[in-house]
T-cell receptor
Framework: DAKTTQPTSMDCAEGRAANLPCNHS???????VYWYRQIHSQGPQYIIH???NNETNEMASLIITEDRKSSTLILPHATLRDTAVYYC????????????FGTGTLLAVQP | DTGVSQNPRHKITKRGQNVTFRCDPI?????LYWYRQTLGQGPEFLTY????????KSRLLSDRFSAERPKGSFSTLEIQRTEQGDSAMYLC?????????????FGQGTRLTVV
């Protein structure tokens, strides 16, 4: 089972920041939090990942709480092309490091 | 680097037929994964290869499913005696070795429709 819980859906106005929350209360000390997104009919796309410090790249920022039990993905200026299902994932560690997907958050960016 | 490539993109087959899908990972990626995704659900893990060795199989992978990765390069996923319940998107992903701090790169998937 997925180790994360996310809201089913969210709306965001175009040009505004989109803040997508994720709970991972059972995360252990050496487990990373990954974010992927999936635009309709395409394969999932990696966005960002982090362990304890906040992270930023050209796509997004990741804010992880100090207790690491939750995180927020921030898309600073959402566009219509950011409409997608966003998955917050704590990989199943060990030898495979496979991703266990939940149902994610459907972000709808409105014009 | 052209990313992860999957072929075909779409496959329609009659129930009872066999189908085979191919995945070409990013070159030099040791890890290769197969996932299955049905409508409205997130992808579900099917199987994992480290180089040519198949190291893990999900219980979702029934006896009708077989996957190979000869020589640790491309991989194939075969479904024998297809059933309507096999209709889904089949996704392949690859990643370099390196512990838990590496991201996976996905292909565009093969959409299978069993009629």
């Amino acid at each position: 089972d997925a180790k994360t819980t996310q809201p089913t859906s969210m709306d965001c106005a175009e040009g505004r920041a989109a803040n997508l929350p994720c709970n991972h209360s059972t995360i252990s000390g050496n487990e990373y939090v990954y974010w992927y997104r999936q635009i309709h009919s395409q394969g999932p796309q990696y966005i960002i990942h982090g362990l304890k410090n906040n992270e930023t790249n050209e796509m997004a920022s990741l804010i992880i709480t100090e207790d690491r039990k939750s995180s927020t993905l921030i898309l600073p200026h959402a566009t219509l092309r950011d409409t997608a299902v966003y998955y917050c994932i704590v990989p199943d560690g060990g030898a495979t490091n496979k991703l266990i997907f939940g149902t994610g958050t459907l972000l709808a960016v409105q014009p | 680097d052209t990313g992860v490539s999957q072929n075909p993109r779409h496959k329609i087959t009659k129930r009872g037929q066999n189908v085979t899908f191919r995945c070409d990972p990013i070159s030099e990626h040791n890890r290769l994964y197969w996932y299955r995704q049905t409508l409205g659900q997130g992808p579900e893990f099917l199987t994992y290869f480290q180089n040519e060795a198949q190291l893990e199989k999900s219980r979702l992978l029934s006896d009708r499913f077989s996957a190979e990765r000869p020589k640790g390069s491309f991989s194939t996923l075969e479904i024998q005696r297809t059933e309507q319940g096999d209709s889904a998107m089949y996704l392949c992903a690859s990643s370099p070795s390196g512990g838990v701090n590496t991201e996976a790169f996905f292909g565009q998937g093969t959409r299978l429709t069993v009629v």
